[in-house]
């Protein structure tokens, strides 16, 4: 079976709006990024001053993928832009339960950080401007599988992360369908 194409100057392919584009975009930079930076800090001796900033910069920008997450939740269920599905069948299929499982995914990791930091019972800032106030005690015990299940979801999404570009690399080049650029801003 060999799946239909159209050629990129007749498929008229329609864009996301600009704050879809940016929520995703966002999302994406600061997921590679906190994972790098937890990577980074893995390799440093405890206690470093250096491991320190790496940590309190993952705690921040985790704080800001917290917000941006909401806000793209909100956004896409209320404003953004709806698109036809590039795809139909399994394509289709597998799509959506990517797209679900990240959402799902992100959703669980931004509590886990939450949870992780509040079993460790330390003050955690967003870049030094304000400090998050305790909200839930946690055991101090179970910050050890609190942070294991934490490091395991963050894997996961990696990984479905980059079969996600992976698909969206295959619609451009293989299919020529459009996909990729709906997610580019029009020009």
Known sequence: MTTPTVPAAQSGVAHYDRASITFHWLTAVLVVGLFALAEIWSFLPRGTPTRRLLQSLHISFGLALAAIFVLRVIWRACAGRRLPPASTGLLRVASTGVHGLLYL???????????????????????????VPTLIQIDHEQRRFIGGLHDTVAWIIIVLAAVHALAALFHHYFLRDGVLRRMLRSR
């Open 105 to 131: 995914l992100l959703a669980t990791q931004i509590v886990l950080g939450f949870l992780f930091r509040w079993a460790q019972a330390e003050p955690f800032a967003f870049f030094g401007l304000f400090d």
